[in-house]
Nanobody
Framework: QVQLVESGGGLVQAGGSLRLSCAAS????????MGWVRQAPGKEREIVAA????????YYRDSVKGRFTISRDNAKNTVYLQMNSLKPEDTAVYYC????????????WGQGTQVTVSS
């Protein structure tokens, strides 16, 4: 199995940027599809972005297209989420997730990192 640790969250003003990182340990990260999932207070978890094992295929939810970029460095066992033009509605706990079957199904989760965007 794989262990996931997120970092890079924080407080930022609207229009600002943050870069989240997810360090994977245990089984080789390149074996997994990886994704970022967020959960805002009182709302269900939603997949923000996902990336295939090779990095050749990515997925973004409509509300973040053009603003967020997911990438991975398999040599470093790390996945990134670059978030630009942040909006208050992006405020949530962001979780890194890993799965073995498809780009949007996950078996392992990190502990989450808080992202707060002030207006």
């Amino acid at each position: 199995q794989v262990q996931l640790v997120e970092s890079g969250g924080g407080l930022v003003q609207a229009g600002g940027s943050l870069r989240l990182s997810c360090a994977a340990s245990g089984r080789t990260a390149s074996d997994y599809y990886m994704g970022w999932v967020r959960q805002a207070p009182g709302k269900e978890r939603e997949i923000v972005a996902a990336i295939a094992r090779s990095g050749a295929t990515t997925y973004y939810r409509d509300s973040v297209k053009g603003r967020f970029t997911i990438s991975r460095d398999n040599a470093k066992n790390t996945v990134y989420l670059q978030m630009n033009s942040l909006k208050p509605e992006d405020t949530a706990v962001y979780y890194c997730a890993a799965g073995l079957t498809t780009i949007v199904n996950y078996d392992y989760w990190g502990q989450g990192t808080q992202v707060t965007v002030s207006s």
